[in-house]
């Protein structure tokens, strides 16, 4: 019965074997082992699109329901399911999936044969409310056995991490690992190489393990906030119907749901419609307005948020750089500069410094650390790096593969199964 390791991820998932190579479970992608984790229902067919085919038929035409971070939404309570064309999908259905995707997709790589037996990744901390993040872990072993799974077994996705980089290691280390996905960030303490490398259970060896909801995802949303959503109205105003002297300004929920792009689908409902219709008619900045009607109702936040992100990586080897975006009325040329990005971040790195410090201080007398691993996409931003280098020093901080370290750890952990 094959097995496999598989890191479901806010933005990507990936599927290893248990000898830690990983799958490319997405042929003609441009990373074929990176299978996007969005989902698309277009209006006017009954197929849904998983993956970078779903992003492209989505570029194609907007019109319908575009699902995307659906992780970020499996500790939520309040979230339960989600009406798309006229069926009820519980987030463990679109969840399952995915999974059934990826899973179906790595059976040419497995003798022809899906593997039934996983090691799935879960973030240290869903949530800091203990019973949401028994939530999120209990709906995601359901999707996965609705994916076709049989033998589930779970491993916080820093110690993944950490068995990929200690499949290099020729001596003992004593390593703080830093996995930065697209929507948490998470931190292990753990004894590392070829002495334990055979051990089945690797419990003994972890000191300690934390995890904040910070990832690229809010990075992103720094961006937006500083930098764009004066463009869209922020700060401007609009006339009340039915008061000619009465102005009100464009309220703080719909600015909040701008800075997520897997939420801003979320009120394209007919009371949003005619509130911007509404400012559309009355707005003091009329531009803006339209900009973001057009965003809101065109569905066009992934792509922005496409625009966004490139800018964001292209800012980790440029001093500066522009971000256009230009479609329908939204007309963008916007300079940003990596001294304002990390200004505009300086809190997000401020609290991974207060949580990395408090996991160093409940972990105090275990020993000095020997190395520093860096993994997941927000690991190559500068300013996030520097943190670790001024810290521990240049020496002791190490990268591997940014998007892949991950599966290829829970691949190695699944040859125990």
């Known amino acids: 019965m094959p097995a496999c390791g598989l890191d479901f991820g806010t933005s990507n998932t990936a599927l290893a074997l248990p000898d830690g190579t990983v799958l490319p479970v997405s042929p003609g992608y441009s990373d074929p082992r990176l299978y996007r984790s969005v989902i698309f229902f277009p209006e006017d067919e009954r197929d849904a699109y998983t993956g970078a085919p779903a992003i492209s038929r989505y570029l194609e035409d907007p019109s319908g329901r575009f699902i995307q971070s659906v992780k970020s939404f499996l500790h939520s309570a309040s979230f339960r399911a989600t009406q798309i064309r006229g069926r009820t999908w519980l987030i463990e259905d679109l969840v399952a999936l995915l ?3 990826v899973r179906e997709a790595a059976a040419p790589h497995t003798g022809g044969t899906a593997p039934e037996s996983v090691v799935l990744g879960r973030p240290a901390l869903f949530s800091s409310d203990a019973a949401a993040d028994t939530l999120a872990e209990q709906r995601l072993r359901r999707a996965a056995e609705s994916a076709g799974f049989t ?12 068995l990929s980089y200690e499949a290099q290691l020729t001596r003992d280390e004593l390593v703080l690992v830093a996995d930065f996905g697209a929507g948490t960030t998470d931190l292990t303490l753990m004894r590392l190489g070829p002495s334990r490398r055979g051990n089945p259970d690797r419990r003994a060896d972890v000191v300690g393990s934390t995890g904040v909801r910070i990832g690229g995802d809010r990075f992103d949303a720094e961006i937006m906030r500083h930098a764009l959503l004066p463009r869209f109205g922020a700060g401007s105003t609009y006339r009340v119907r039915g008061f000619s002297d009465k ?27 005619e509130l911007l219709e509404l400012m559309q008619e009355s707005s003091d900045k009329p531009a803006e ?7 809101v109702m065109d569905n066009l936040g992934y792509r922005l948020f496409r625009a966004i992100e490139a800018a964001k990586v292209r800012l980790s080897s440029e001093e500066e750089t522009t971000l256009d975006f230009e479609e329908a009325r939204i007309h963008l040329h916007e300079r940003i500069t990596r001294a304002d990005f990390e200004t505009a971040c300086e809190p997000l790195l401020r609290e991974l410094s207060e949580v990395t410090e408090g996991l160093l201080a409940r972990c105090a007398g275990s020993g000095e650390v020997d190395a520093v691993f860096l993994t997941g996409g927000s690991s190559q931003i500068p300013a996030v790096r520097r943190l670790y280098t001024q810290r521990f020093g240049e020496a002791r901080v190490r990268t591997r593969d940014a998007f892949t370290s991950v599966a290829e750890g829970l691949g190695r952990a699944s040859a125990s199964l």
């Open 247 to 273: 102005r009100l300004p464009v309220p703080q929920h719909v600015m909040a749901k701008l800075l997520s792009w897997h939420e801003m689908s979320f009120i394209r409902e007919k009371s949003t419609q």
């Open 289 to 295: 307005a339209a900009a973001l009607y057009d965003l």
């Open 99 to 101: 999974l059934r995707r």
């Open 151 to 162: 033998q589930i077994q779970f491993l916080i996705e820093p110690i993944a991490a950490a």
